[in-house]
């Protein structure tokens, strides 16, 4: 199947701001590992969307999985973005596609859940926070999906609260089995600990100012030339110090935790739960595989929410561009510091 349906863009923009009594028509951009799980997701799991295209420059794979869920394939994605017959997009296609995609987006009023990053810097990160400000409306929300994880969740409600007082430290963990080929020393800091930079706004509440990155001994397991584990120190507006742990060839499991440390008690998250079996072997639980499995519920959740959103008229309930933004300057200066050993301070300018 192969469709260049041309756009009524004017009514799809016009039913967006709106919001819709049937399900959202939702399109997958990019149907790679990302893009594949979340088609699954968006034709079997999600509530009030129908999952109607996907899109990708594989031809051959756009067909696979076009074929795999019954629905069309549109094999160039700009096309897919404008087609009137689309209300929403997923976009899964790697980082430095993303402006491109989103902005084309924002051009036809479509929503955009946008998987992390938003963009690959932070310039074009903030050319996307502008065009959005410029229509007026929010349209764009990013992949963070640890926002939806239920231990976070709680983390972030007991910071609030201010039971245990104000955060002191956080202590975090982001150990995982291996990388894929050529996974740079970079990409420790913008594909994994993007995630921390996002989850530590998120739990504080507070921008990142300050950041620095250290790299100890190798592990022999990385390949050569991969600075693997590093180690990252960040500072929050009002002084709370977040240490990261990222190791990413462990050789077994995925795991990422976090503690946090307050001034009237400490509280753990991401800690091995489950079933504990005991056997001649020993007691033990098990370690989950991936990122997949870890936050399978936090996908579903930030997918269900998001449909809700674009629903409801709203296109957003989760990070938006500005968030995108935050985290793609704080993985800059990350990576700066990476470099040059150096404190790098991040100074976002004037909030958009
Ligand atoms: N939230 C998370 O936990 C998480 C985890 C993994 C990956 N990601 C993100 O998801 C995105 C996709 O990652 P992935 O691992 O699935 O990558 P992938 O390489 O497996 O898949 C990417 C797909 O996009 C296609 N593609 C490339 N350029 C395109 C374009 N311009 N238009 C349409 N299709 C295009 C490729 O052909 C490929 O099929 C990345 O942004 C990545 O950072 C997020």
Not at 10 to 27: I, P, S
Not at 63 to 83: C, K, N, Q, W, Y
Not at 244 to 256: A, C, R, S
Request: charge should be negative.
């Amino acid at each position: 199947m192969s469709t260049a349906t041309s756009a009524s863009t004017a009514t799809a923009e016009h039913t967006a701001r709106q919001g819709y009594d049937r399900d959202v028509r939702v399109a997958v951009l990019g149907v790679g590992m990302m893009g594949q799980d979340h088609a699954r997701r968006l034709a079997r799991l999600t509530k009030g969307a129908e999952l109607v295209a996907v899109s990708d420059v594989d031809v051959a794979r756009t067909d696979a999985v076009a074929a795999e869920f019954g629905v069309r394939a549109i094999h160039d994605p700009s096309l897919a973005i404008t087609d009137g017959e689309v209300d929403a997009l997923v976009i899964a296609t790697p980082g430095f596609t993303h402006e491109d995609l989103v902005l084309t987006a924002l051009r036809a009023g479509k929503p955009v859940l946008c998987e992390k990053p938003l963009t690959t810097s932070p310039e074009s990160s903030r050319r996307v926070v502008e065009a959005e400000a410029a229509l007026g409306r929010r349209l764009v929300q990013v992949g963070f999906m640890r926002r939806f994880d239920a231990g976070y969740l709680q983390l972030r409600e007991l910071i609030a609260s201010g039971e245990y007082g104000k955060p002191l430290f956080l202590h975090c963990a982001h150990r995982n089995a291996t990388t894929p080929p050529n996974f740079s020393s970079e990409m420790l800091m913008l594909d994994s600990v993007v995630h921390e930079v996002d989850i530590v706004r998120f739990l504080t509440g507070e921008e990142i100012t300050a950041i620095r990155v250290l790299a100890p001994r190798s592990t022999s397991s990385a390949p050569e030339g991969l600075l693997d584990p590093q180690f990252v120190v960040m500072e929050t507006e009002s002084g709370t110090i977040v240490d990261v742990e990222i190791f990413v060839n462990t050789t077994f499991g995925y795991e990422v935790r976090t503690e946090l440390v307050a001034e009237r008690g400490q509280v753990r998250i991401g800690l091995p739960e489950g079933a504990v079996s005991q056997s001649a072997s020993g007691w033990g639980g098990r370690i989950p595989r991936d990122f997949k499995e870890r936050f399978g519920a936090a996908y579903d959740l930030e997918f269900q929410r998001w449909v809700d959103a674009v629903r409801a008229g709203v296109n957003v309930d989760g990070p938006g561009v500005w968030d995108g933004y935050a985290a793609a300057a704080v993985c800059a200066a990350g990576v700066e510091s990476l470099k040059t050993g150096d404190r790098v301070e991040i100074d976002l300018g004037a909030r958009v």
